[in-house]
């Protein structure tokens, strides 16, 4: 069983920035960040691949960073820019099967999540 634990959420006012981590336990051929805000499906911000192979929404491409540390068995989220509508819970996750790793990837193709982390970020 794969475990993954996020940190780093907050508050902040638009433009600033925040940097989300996850750790976790064995990292697999795909991981990813998610988010979702109430009554809203859950959506994928961004994924990278064991080769370091990085994909994003077209939301956040340009502003938000996918980076993976092996040594430190965690995954972080740098992002910039922050506007009003990045406000959510984030969520970090882990494929298991499968060979694709991209942003169109749907939250059934995830098997491990964390408990999620609330980013607010205020006009």
């Known amino acids: 069983q794969v475990r993954l634990a996020e940190s780093g959420g907050g508050s902040v006012q638009a433009g600033g920035s925040l940097r989300l981590s996850c750790t976790i336990s064995?990292?697999?051929?795909?991981s990813a960040w998610f988010r979702q805000v109430p009554g809203k499906e859950r959506e994928a911000v961004a994924t990278?691949?064991?080769?370091?192979?990085?994909t994003y929404a077209d939301s956040v491409q340009g502003r938000f960073t996918i980076s993976t540390d092996s040594a430190r068995n965690t995954m972080y989220l740098q992002m910039n820019d922050l506007k009003p509508e990045d406000s959510a819970m984030y969520y970090c996750?882990?494929?298991?099967?499968?060979?694709?790793?991209?942003?169109?990837?749907?939250?059934?193709?995830?098997?491990?999540w964390g408990q999620g982390t609330q980013v607010t970020v205020s006009s």
């Open positions: 996750a882990s494929r298991t099967f499968g060979s694709a790793c991209h942003s169109e990837l749907a939250p059934t193709d995830f098997r491990y």
């Open positions: 064995e990292r697999r051929y795909c």
């Open positions: 990278i691949n064991t080769p370091g192979t990085a």
